[in-house]
């Protein structure tokens, strides 16, 4: 909870400023639903991060999953995992605020370990990332001589030290179909090594790991968010395979975002993805019906303005992405390899 005190300061002659963000904010959010008495609310946190992030030279980053005042509010660049990677390491910036999940920020980190990188809520408890370490690979390999490990973006940098190429949901099926092998070790995502086996008729060893928030998608619950025929359903590979093999599309939320923006007015969508992405296409795309997932990452979404100003005016060390250099110089190889799909 926010607390009066703990609201920006804003000097008397910025007010008038204040009301123009009042206005731009709720040009974006009024189609969620947003009040402009909501929008006045957090107008303070979005105007003072704006102007914090310029004067201290950062840029943000957001992944779609974060809610619609961080992606609208004060992002300077909204993306998938695999796009985000990408710019972080285009961008001049030498700060990074990384608003998304742990080991997202640390893939940038990863890549460029001379950038500064800042989350501003740690979300250490992503159901993939947690569920594998670096000692259950080197075993993988013991097991499976030959096999090459392609490690899911949703791991810790031990786990990308140990592997040969990583992937996200947008260039997965690429980088499997690329590689000579027909067996290989896909880890940790249980559900999207099946889905990749299912695409690519390779044999797919995989790992017991799942996203809760995409393995919760039962086909209960996708016949209750499917309100008719015409409706088009794209489900994210993290889903269930029997859920991939109903819906009209599978990838990643890059290529949802391709997809809606080719939609025309008045088609009906259903993505079965996080519901902050449906949230960013609702705004972005007006025309398009989109209905909601209801599917909600605990751990995306524990960046919020509040930690955001927080950390932009005073990083703890918590906020701050270390790697151990070793293991990051190891883990240099998997991620840049993601990068060339
Ligand atoms: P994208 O790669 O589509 O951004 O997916 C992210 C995700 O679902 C993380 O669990």
Redesign the pocket.
């Known amino acids: 909870m926010v607390v009066i005190e703990d609201t920006p300061e804003i000097r008397k002659e910025e007010f008038g400023l204040l009301e123009e963000e009042v206005e731009r904010l709720f040009s974006k959010l009024h189609s969620l639903g947003w009040s402009r008495s909501a929008c006045e609310s957090i107008a303070p946190f979005t105007y003072k991060i704006n102007q914090l992030k310029k004067e201290k030279g950062f840029k943000i980053l957001a992944?779609?999953?974060q809610t619609a005042d961080i992606v609208f509010g004060i992002a300077d660049i909204v993306g998938?995992?695999?796009a985000l990677a990408k710019k972080a390491t285009e961008i001049p910036e030498k700060r990074i605020l990384f608003c998304g999940v742990d080991f997202m920020a640390e893939s940038v980190k990863i890549l460029n370990p001379d950038k500064l990188v800042l989350v501003p809520a740690r979300g250490r408890d992503c159901t993939?990332a947690d569920s594998i370490t670096g000692e259950d690979v080197k075993k993988l390999k013991e097991e499976n001589p030959g096999a090459p490990v392609v490690c899911y973006?949703?791991t810790n940098a031990d786990v990308k030290a140990e592997s040969d190429i990583c992937c996200?949901?947008?260039n997965a099926r690429r980088i499997i179909e690329s590689l000579e092998e027909d067996t290989i070790i896909f880890i940790p995502d249980e559900n999207m090594g099946n889905n990749l086996a299912d695409l690519t008729g390779k044999n797919i060893i995989t790992w017991p790991g799942f996203?809760r928030t995409?393995h919760a998608l039962t086909m209960k619950r996708l016949e209750g968010l499917i309100p008719d025929q015409e409706t088009k359903t794209f489900a994210?590979l993290?889903c269930r395979p029997e859920i991939i093999e109903t819906v009209d599309f599978a990838g990643?939320?890059?290529d949802m975002h391709r997809y809606a923006a080719k939609a025309s007015k008045g088609d009906k969508v259903l993505f079965l993805?996080?519901q902050g992405f449906i949230d960013r296409m609702k705004i972005e795309f007006p025309d398009v019906h989109f209905e909601d997932s209801k599917m909600i990452?605990i751990s995306m979404k524990r960046n919020d303005l509040f930690a955001t100003w927080k950390a932009l005016e005073k990083p703890t060390d918590d906020n701050i992405i270390e790697l151990d250099e070793e293991v990051r110089k190891k883990a240099f190889r998997a991620v840049n390899n993601m990068l060339k799909y």
């Open positions: 992944h779609s999953y998938d995992s695999l993939l973006v949703n996200t949901s947008a996203c995409h994210h993290e990643g939320t890059g993805t996080e990452c």
